[in-house]
């Protein structure tokens, strides 16, 4: 069974940067990525990797928030930078991964990042 567990959270100042990292346990082959979830609002994606290495973001953090991973150490990462006030958000780390015949969804306890003075 994969677990996710995500750390990097914090509270950083307006067009500050920050990392988010994501352990994950077990071996996924499958996509993994970034959503967030902001107080009052639905989750909504924001990046995405394949097992291959193709990439995918949200038009809003394009250019901003590359995803990387680590496949040494099984790590996701989330790299934030130019970060906005209303990027305040509970960040969540995904994974869609297949056993045998089955599809299966991870998701990590989120982290909570939040952008202020």
């Known amino acids: 069974q994969v677990q996710l567990v995500e750390s990097g959270g914090t509270l950083v100042q307006p067009g500050g940067s920050l990392r988010l990292s994501c352990q994950v346990s077990g071996t996924i082959f499958g996509i993994m990525g970034w959503y967030r979830q902001a107080p009052g609002k639905q989750r909504e994606w924001v990046a995405a990797?394949?097992?291959?290495?193709?990439?995918n973001y949200t038009d809003s953090v394009k250019g901003r928030f590359p995803i990387s991973r680590d496949y040494a150490k099984n790590i996701l990462y989330l790299q934030m930078s130019s970060l906005k006030p209303e990027e305040t958000a509970v960040y969540y780390c995904n994974a869609v991964y297949v056993r045998g015949l089955s599809v299966y969804t991870a998701w990590g306890q989120g982290t909570q990042v939040t952008v202020s003075t």
């Open positions: 990797i394949t097992h291959d290495g193709s990439k």
